[in-house]
Structures are given as structure tokens and as C-alpha cells.
């Protein structure tokens, strides 16, 4: 078993920034992917941003050239540095972490922005 938590929410004015954090625990070998992800009430979870253990990542268009992810393979942590946020942006973002064919969630961390 994998847990995840995740830390970093909060309350920003459009154009801030933000950076979450997400550490994984447990049974932590052979992790591959490490992903951030968001919903908003009444919609799906949506892929945010995701990176592979060499580091290779990938955004949603909707966050190309704002947000960056990074990962720490040594600690089992991946970050996601959020730039120049707008309202559209606000949701729970949840990280999650792909070991040996399936996914662990954390429990999410509330992102607003106001404008």
C-alpha cells in the first residue's frame, strides 16, 4: 500500500502563486508515474500535470507554461508550482501515485483563487 498526502492549499488573488506538495509512504519502489489532478463540483477529475521517474512531464493545456511539476525520487515527493493563477484554476487538487499498475490519491487540498 502507498499513502499519499498532499499540502499546500489555500486562498490566492488571480496572478499569484501557489505551490503544492504530495509525499508518498508506504510501499513506495517502483513508482512510476506521480500526477497531479483537479475537480470542481459537478465535473470530472481532470489531469493536471504529470511526470515520470526520470523526470519526463506533461501539463493539461490548460496550465502550459503556468505550472510546473518536479519530483523528488529520493524523498518519493513531487511538487507542483503554480504561477500566475486565474479563477478558472480553483478547485481540489489531488495528487496521485501510479506503483506496479495501480493509482493512490491522496485526500486533496483546496486551491482558490479569487479574482
Known amino acids: 500500500q502507498v499513502q499519499v498526502v498532499e499540502s499546500g492549499g489555500g486562498l490566492v488573488q488571480a496572478g499569484g502563486s501557489l505551490r503544492l506538495s504530495c509525499a508518498a509512504s508506504?510501499?513506495?519502489?517502483?513508482?512510476?508515474?506521480m500526477a497531479w489532478h483537479r475537480q470542481t463540483p459537478g465535473k470530472p477529475r481532470e489531469l493536471v500535470a504529470r511526470?515520470?521517474?526520470?523526470?519526463?512531464?506533461d501539463y493539461a493545456d490548460a496550465v502550459k507554461g503556468r505550472f510546473t511539476i518536479s519530483r523528488d525520487n529520493a524523498q518519493k515527493m513531487v511538487d507542483l508550482q503554480m504561477n500566475s493563477l486565474k479563477p478558472e484554476d480553483t478547485a481540489v487538487y489531488y495528487c496521485a501515485v501510479t506503483r506496479l499498475g495501480s493509482n493512490y490519491w491522496g485526500q486533496g487540498t483546496q486551491v482558490t483563487v479569487s479574482s
Open positions: 508506504g510501499a513506495t519502489s517502483s513508482i512510476a508515474f
Open positions: 511526470i515520470t521517474r526520470i523526470g519526463i512531464a
